[in-house]
């Protein structure tokens, strides 16, 4: 088994390296990786801005995914539904509003490795981690520490002060951040699970990133939870760049919780519905404190309007209100792209999209003594890669944006470029290598 595991995965890195290792920095090889690739079509079920009459080389799928085509019919099919029934939409409607956020259920369970029971679409991301640490941050005299990353997304870090704030303590009392080591870009999985050991007697939770959104690294999240549940903290995390974006197995890691946004890889539009997960484990225990809402109580009796709360056994327990359906119609349609395609050869597809990036930056680089520094670590990684443009500043990315290619600016100096295999093609990627080129 363990030998079969260890052929595959340097199988699996030798065809990267061969693969990598045959990339050329021209229109044509560019073209041929994109008439081989088998998942070319699905490029054509998306919408892109334009400049000068082309699609942009659109490379901020990891800020706010691009529209499918098919969003528009998906929304106005409940706009039609509520202008034909009204309130008996919630029954009548082609997808009855009452029970419209199960059509997402299994779909999403299956990007994050979840059990459909374990997965609900609810509310907005920060919200959710708030609801979420209501029942899973539960300090006490002894156990009270939350172990996040270092400059975490500022949400985040919102969030987790004010969580502790909420129960009396202050950061520097409890708040344990892993930062990188001096004059490096990521944090090295060793000193998180060093900083879990130490402090291992006063640890109540771990929330991390499942990706940080500023260097784009990925987390070893089995080994953070293991190590973390081995310690007696729970363990959580903040999936918003990684959702749709790598693999995750969160039944399978006996991760505690976790919540993600949809709008980024999921492709759900603006603002729209997040995600949450709640483990197996922790469903049957109805004690678990929460902040309740009429939807998180048992659906079968919900409409009785009786006073006491009855806990529904999924995670729907963690509903508060009635679902937000156009969000959810537009979570609908582009779930429904994720269904057709499947995690796996997304993820294949990108491993190969993303090194044909970084050859070609790495080939802008040669020719332009080495200005740029991709700082997103090549063993961890999912579509993103962070980029930081010695001496240039603000200005490349402002040029690259006249120019037809949008990545995103972070301050202080990093600029964000996620390919993203659903959309974006070879030629993208060759496309933008051109014009850094020439802005350098
Ligand atoms: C890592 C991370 N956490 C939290 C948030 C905040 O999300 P929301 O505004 O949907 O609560 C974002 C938004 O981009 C994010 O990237």
């Not at 002060?161 to 090295?188: K, M």
Request: proline share 4%.
């Amino acid at each position: 088994m363990s030998y079969l595991a260890n052929f595959t995965s340097y199988n699996n890195t030798f065809t990267l390296i061969y693969m990598t290792s045959h990339f050329q920095n021209n229109l044509d090889f560019a073209v041929s990786l994109d008439t081989n690739d088998t998942l070319k079509n699905f490029r054509n079920r998306f919408l892109f801005p334009h400049h000068n009459n082309k699609p942009v080389v659109y490379f901020t799928g990891n800020s706010l995914g691009l529209q499918p085509k098919t969003t528009h019919a998906s929304i106005e099919q409940e706009l039609k539904d509520w202008a034909t029934f009204g309130v008996e939409g919630h029954f009548l409607a082609q997808n009855p509003w009452l029970s419209y956020h199960e059509l997402l259920t299994d779909k999403m369970a299956k990007i994050v490795g979840a059990m459909p029971e374990e997965t609900v679409m609810m509310n907005q991301l920060t919200v959710n981690l708030h609801l979420l640490m209501v029942s899973f941050y539960r300090p006490t005299i002894q156990r009270f520490k939350i172990l996040c990353e270092a400059k975490a997304f500022p949400s985040d870090q919102y969030a987790l002060q004010s969580q502790l704030s909420f129960h009396g303590y202050t950061t520097s009392d409890a708040l344990i951040e892993v930062a990188p080591r001096p004059n490096e870009f990521h944090i090295r999985e060793e000193d998180i699970l060093e900083a879990i050991e130490k402090n291992k007697d006063s640890l109540a939770l771990i929330m991390i990133g499942g990706v940080n959104y500023f260097t784009g690294q990925v987390f070893n999240m089995k080994a953070i939870t293991e190590a973390g549940q081995k310690a007696g903290a729970l363990v959580g995390f903040d999936l918003a760049h990684a959702a749709g974006n790598i693999n995750l197995e969160l039944h399978n890691w006996g991760v505690d919780f976790a919540a993600w946004c949809s709008y980024k890889y999921l492709n759900s539009g603006p603002g729209s519905v997040a995600g949450a997960f709640v483990h197996q484990k922790h469903l049957a225990n109805t004690s678990l404190p929460i902040f309740a809402g009429w939807w998180g109580h048992d659906k079968k009796t919900r409409f009785l309007m009786d006073n006491t709360f009855i806990p529904m056994k999924t995670a729907e327990r963690w509903q508060l209100s009635n679902a937000p359906i156009f969000s959810m119609a537009a979570c609908k349609a582009s779930l429904e792209i994720f269904e057709e395609v499947g995690m796996e050869a997304l993820i294949e597809k990108s491993k190969k999209l993303v090194g044909y990036l970084e050859f070609i930056i790495n080939e802008v680089n040669r020719e332009k003594n080495n200005c740029l520094q991709i700082i997103t670590p090549k063993e961890n990684r999912g579509s993103q890669l962070s980029i930081v443009a010695n001496g240039y500043g603000k200005n490349l990315y402002k040029g690259l944006i006249e120019n037809g290619v949008i990545p995103d600016w972070r301050e202080p100096n990093v600029i964000r470029c996620a390919a993203v295999p659903l959309y974006n093609s070879f030629e993208d990627m060759y496309r933008f290598g051109q014009i850094l080129k020439q802005l350098l």
